[in-house]
């Protein structure tokens, strides 16, 4: 039987991270991926690679009070705090490993992001993997837990040859969210869950929130994900970002967000786009007739307004009045005009307080010469549920008490996100939670 340490399932970065530091304490370290080793799987090679952290510009109290707010107050003060100061510490360590930055950064002083984005990301974790010497097998399903008394002892397999055992001290789930799992979805957040557009990897199917649910683990917050507010184009050509990830759209907020009735349904600019992406994506895929909404702007902002989408039909959809840009989108003309001219007759400064919704930032005049529209729909990032865990990343029972030798982190574990959130947090919170894991697994099988 082969045997191990630390087992650790998934390779994405919360599993390389975990595996990098656990060899760094001397633990003997296995990591098993159920995808193939060529094709593209882990959210982390999806990711845009943006990076939020501590800076001089962003300060711990601004991230911290961010991080909070976001998630309506529900973030758990502890697991977050951790996070916010020990990112800029992750950043670091990631450079050391030869990360590369640009400074594309969507939201200055808050995030920072990956020069080659999550595809480069994942590349230089695996190839620091591999330099260590950890093994890394791939193809290979972990199915469930093998419990030793109380103690977890290693995981059951499944591969090409069947199934197997493998043995360990500890096991640390990296194996990432259920968003790729519809029966899970459906049981979880609902049907039109289905709806909208996985944004990442196939392999994400909630196996490792299952395998821990057989041993009595504790799970929460499995209502609510990560959306996106994507172009279009990512749901009628799929192919254009299903093997790279799909980006959101960037800056939306300077226009206005209308759905096929020609009706303005959010504050557009309650908050940079950086921190409204994620939410609108779902309201949009879910609350909106056909799930689809339309960025509407004009030749103003056209310069601004970036879908980060390079597929076909890419936009933006152009017309020489707003009657004529309704008729394109398939919208009631009069409804759309009517909507246009009451939001430029609202505006005062950069507001429009008199509006239902309200638009309080960002607000400008939509008046051409020339009209503009993206099309836009929901896409379905990462879930926010998942495995409670403590802040040594262990996985808690049903009485909040620590599942001996097991341990998870990043998208599997729920406590941080609910809501909404802020661009460029899910990379830190894993970078951070994965090195805690790997450490926590390997002093525990060194006592
Ligand atoms: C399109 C897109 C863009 C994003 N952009 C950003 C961004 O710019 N900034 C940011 O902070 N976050 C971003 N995110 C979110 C972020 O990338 C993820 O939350 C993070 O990478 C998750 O890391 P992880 O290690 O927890 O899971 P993953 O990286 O998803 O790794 C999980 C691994 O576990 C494997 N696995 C699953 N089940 C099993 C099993 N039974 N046995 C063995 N292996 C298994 C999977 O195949 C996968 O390889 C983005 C996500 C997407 C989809």
Redesign the pocket.
């Known amino acids: 039987m082969v045997s191990c340490d630390v087992l650790i399932?998934?390779?994405?970065?919360?599993?390389?991270?975990a595996a990098l530091a656990a060899t760094e304490q001397g633990a003997n370290v296995l990591i098993?991926?159920?995808?193939p080793q060529n094709v593209p799987?882990?959210?982390?090679?999806?990711?845009?690679?943006?990076?939020?952290r501590v800076s001089q510009a962003y300060p711990a109290e601004k991230f911290y009070h961010d991080m909070i707010s976001l998630s309506g107050g529900k973030a758990d003060p502890e697991l977050t705090k951790i996070m916010v100061e020990a990112s800029q510490k992750a950043r670091d360590w990631l450079t050391e490993l030869g990360v590369p930055w640009t400074s594309k950064s969507r939201d200055p002083g808050a995030?920072d992001?990956?020069d080659g984005?999550?595809k480069a990301?994942?590349q230089i974790l695996r190839r620091a993997v591999a330099d260590r010497n950890i093994k890394t097998l791939h193809e290979?399903?972990?199915?469930s837990l093998i419990l030793e008394g109380k103690k977890i002892a290693g995981?059951r397999?499944s591969t090409k040859e069947g199934s197997s055992e493998i043995s360990s001290k500890a096991v640390i789930l990296?194996?990432?969210?259920f968003?790729a799992n519809p029966e899970m979805v459906t049981r979880y957040i609902g049907p039109g869950g289905n709806n909208l557009v996985?944004?990442?990897?196939p392999?994400?199917?909630?196996?490792?929130i299952r395998?821990a649910l057989e041993v009595g683990a504790k799970i929460d917050w499995m209502d609510d994900f990560?959306g996106?507010l994507i172009h279009y184009g990512y749901r009628k050509y799929l192919a254009e970002?299903a093997m790279a990830?799909?980006?959101?759209m960037k800056k939306y907020e300077v226009g206005i967000l209308v759905n096929q009735q020609g009706s303005r349904f959010v504050d557009e600019g309650e908050q940079a786009s950086d921190k409204t992406y994620a939410k609108f994506g779902k309201i949009v895929a879910l609350t909106q007739p056909g799930g689809v909404a339309y960025v509407i702007f004009d030749s103003a902002t056209k310069e601004i307004i970036n879908p980060d989408y390079t597929g076909p039909e890419r936009g933006p959809i152009e017309a020489s009045s707003i009657r004529e840009l309704a008729a394109k989108l398939e919208i009631d003309p009069d409804a759309l005009y009517e909507t246009v001219t009451r939001f430029n007759s609202s505006i005062e400064g950069d507001k429009c307080l008199s509006l239902n919704p309200l638009k309080t930032n960002f607000a400008r005049r939509i008046e051409g010469p020339v009209f503009l529209a993206y099309k836009v729909t929901g896409?379905?990032?990462?879930t926010f549920g998942g495995l409670c865990t403590n802040t040594k990343s262990q996985v808690l029972d049903t009485n909040l008490q620590p599942i001996p030798a097991l341990y998870a982190?990043?998208?599997?574990?729920t406590g941080i996100f609910y809501g909404n959130y802020a661009?460029?947090?899910?990379?830190?919170?894993?970078a951070v939670y994965?090195r805690i894991a790997g450490e926590s697994a390997a002093s525990y099988v060194k006592q």
């Open positions: 399932v998934g390779e994405g970065i919360v599993g390389c991270t098993i991926e159920k995808a799987h882990a959210n982390t090679a999806f990711s845009g690679g943006s990076f939020r995030s992001q990956v984005q999550g990301l994942a290979t399903e972990a199915s995981a397999v990296a194996a990432g969210g968003q996985l944004r990442g990897s392999y994400n199917t909630g196996d490792g395998m990560h996106g970002g990830g799909m980006r959101s896409g379905f990032t990462f982190a990043g998208e599997i574990a661009g460029g947090s899910s990379l830190p919170r894993c994965g």
